[in-house]
């Protein structure tokens, strides 16, 4: 096996052309055997095996620095730059990350798991490179669907005011998770028509010298195409189109379903996990696919994951024009609800936490300065959510409970859920957000009558004395544990809320307490650091009424393990009552 040979890029530059293609298929096997044991991002990194070779036979890394948007497609890269046993050996599958990391090798720049990104960093580098006065190639990696971030398109706007050396090299496979949204995709679709030869140019249009790559997953002519740009004295983009899932049928026939897979059977595509039972996807896509055919104002938003709500390629056509996909475009889509609402309209935005993050400036000027009655679902908003550095879902509390107008609440129960989503669609005072919870799906066939208008009301679900917990969302179970724990161990009956409402405090029953609870514990599935928890110890900061909040330290995590985070929290229902009853006995 060639593979087996290469530690190295100056190992990719000794094959011969005939060898470059053996070293492809051995690549796109060992990713395939991996992809079906381990998971991970499938079409992304079997569309790219070419172009990475072709990139490290031309280049010099890591002297020349190549720049990956996303990191989706950096498997192919890993394997060329010391990383192959991670591809190779059952063994070493998890000894890197999905993503790029200068951690892993000197071979990564930056650490990357949002999409849009690549330009603006690359253009960073190269300025960088110039002011010091060094030599050498900047490249950056960015796919067509990654361009319709508004980063990406600042960064080729700046790209051609680089007096120097900068390839952009646009892997153009007609795709993003699911199909591309938006006008420049047009443009793409005539140079991809025209072999590159359409006057119109996007990429002309921006002051960049342009290359056309029509056969993307051909080597020779790969190889070619970064021969004639490297060393260049100005800003190129290099077209290449290549084939999503490349080498595999059922990843190229369906690409959507195939961007990223769970293990898998290789001879039928068939996944090993089948999940049978409710999630809140399906639960979203449900029930919006009713409040949309019942109501015609109501339109559902996604920034190029429509699967986060379940709206699968059948159920989008279904809706029509009520659901729409701005592209990888976070920032447009908080914005475009805000008119919409303001217009009459009923939007519901559904997008991942670790996305929000990207839209700070516009859930606080767009949407609540304005006071629009959006609607805003968050998704895999908990611990247990995606668990790589750069896909945390335990930020938003403390980012977007602080926003002043904004109602964020957190549901413990599917029906808990769907009451807010009923409510928060028909009412027309405040722009809302919803927390999907994290961890159990919970079910209890429980009648929700709860008027979520009157803010920031708390329902104490069992009343005790001496000791109050407070367990928000998806944290309100290890509550209820805790309470039951504490009464076996000690005799205390605790008193449990759930307090529904993120961003405000229920001063009236907050009051309450002091008159019969000498310690106040809350629970929260997120940062503490400005989260909820503080705004119930500031309440009582002038008081003799204790509080402590549990949630999880402000750091970056990778690749965690949950329970052992939970633990190193004291997120666990022992190490909470060893806490009250230290606390108690002072």
């Known amino acids: 096996m060639y593979i087996e040979r290469i530690n190295g890029p100056e190992d990719v530059k000794k094959l011969s052309a005939e060898e470059l293609v053996s070293l492809a298929e051995e690549m796109r096997s060992a990713l395939l055997k991996r ?149 420049l995709y047009s443009n793409l679709k005539l140079l991809r028509e ?31 195409a970064f021969q004639s740009v490297k060393d260049s004295s100005k800003p190129v983009v290099v077209h290449i189109r290549t084939l999503k899932g490349k080498g595999y049928a059922p990843a190229e026939a369906h690409k959507e379903q195939w961007h990223y897979n769970g293990p898998f059977d290789i001879e039928t595509g068939k996944s090993l996990y089948e999940f049978d039972g409710e999630d809140y996807s399906g639960i979203t896509c449900n029930y919006l696919m009713d409040k949309m055919k019942k109501d015609k104002s109501v339109v559902t938003i996604t920034s190029a994951t429509p699967t986060v709500m379940g709206f699968t390629e059948d159920k989008r056509k279904e809706a029509g024009a009520q659901f729409v996909d ?13 008119g919409i609402a303001a217009n009459g309209g009923k939007p519901v935005y559904g997008v991942y936490s670790t996305f929000i993050q990207r839209t700070y400036d516009q859930l606080s000027q767009d949407l609540c300065v304005n006071g629009n009655p959006a609607t805003i679902i968050t998704f895999s908003a908990s611990i247990w959510g995606m668990n790589d550095v750069t896909h945390l879902g335990i930020y938003d509390i403390p980012m977007m409970s602080n926003i002043p107008g904004l109602v964020y609440l957190a549901p413990v129960t599917k029906e808990e859920y769907l009451a807010m989503l009923d409510w928060s669609i028909d009412q027309t005072e405040y722009p809302v957000a919803i927390r999907v919870p994290g961890g159990e799906f919970i079910s209890d066939g429980r009648k929700v009558d709860k008027d979520f208008s009157i803010l920031n009301k708390y329902e104490v679900t069992h009343k005790g004395s001496k000791v109050a917990i407070i367990g928000l969302g998806s944290f309100y179970g290890l509550g209820d544990r805790t309470r039951e724990l504490l009464k076996e161990q000690t005799g205390m009956d605790a008193t449990l809320i759930n307090p529904y409402y993120i961003t405000g405090v229920d001063e009236e029953l907050l009051r309450s307490l002091k008159e019969d609870h000498e310690l106040v514990i809350t629970l929260e599935d997120g940062i503490l650091d400005g989260g909820f928890g503080e705004k119930i110890s500031r309440f009582y900061g002038a008081s003799d009424v204790k509080t402590r909040n549990y949630g999880i330290k402000k750091e970056f995590l990778d690749r965690y393990d949950v329970d052992t985070v939970m633990k190193d929290n004291h997120l666990t229902p022992e190490q909470i009552v060893e806490d009250i009853k230290l606390i108690i006995e002072r």
């Open 35 to 183: 992809a079906s044991i381990h998971g991970g991002h499938f079409g992304p990194n079997f569309g790219m095996v070419e172009a990475t070779i072709a990139l490290h036979y031309v280049f010099d890394s890591p002297k020349d620095k190549i720049v990956f948007d996303v990191s989706h497609q950096t498997y192919p890269h890993k394997m060329l730059t010391g990383r192959k046993d991670a591809y190779l050996y059952e063994e070493h599958y998890n000894d890197v990350s999905g993503y790029s990391n200068p951690d892993e090798s000197k071979h990564d720049h930056f650490i990357i798991g949002h999409t849009s990104t690549s330009i603006s960093l690359a253009c960073g580098l190269a300025k960088g490179r110039d002011v010091k006065g060094e030599t050498g190639n900047v490249v950056a990696i960015i796919g067509d669907g990654s361009l319709s971030g508004g980063e990406a398109l600042e960064g080729l706007d700046y790209a051609a005011e680089i007096d120097g050396n900068l390839i952009i090299v646009v892997n153009d496979n007609d795709m993003s998770i699911a199909e591309n949204h938006g006008g």
């Open 194 to 224: 025209t072999n590159g030869k359409a006057e119109c140019n996007l990429f002309k249009a921006m002051g960049l010298d342009y290359v056309y790559v029509d056969k993307g997953n051909d080597i020779p002519s790969l190889i070619a």
């Open 326 to 338: 701005v592209g990888i475009a976070e920032e447009t889509a908080v914005a475009l609800a805000s």
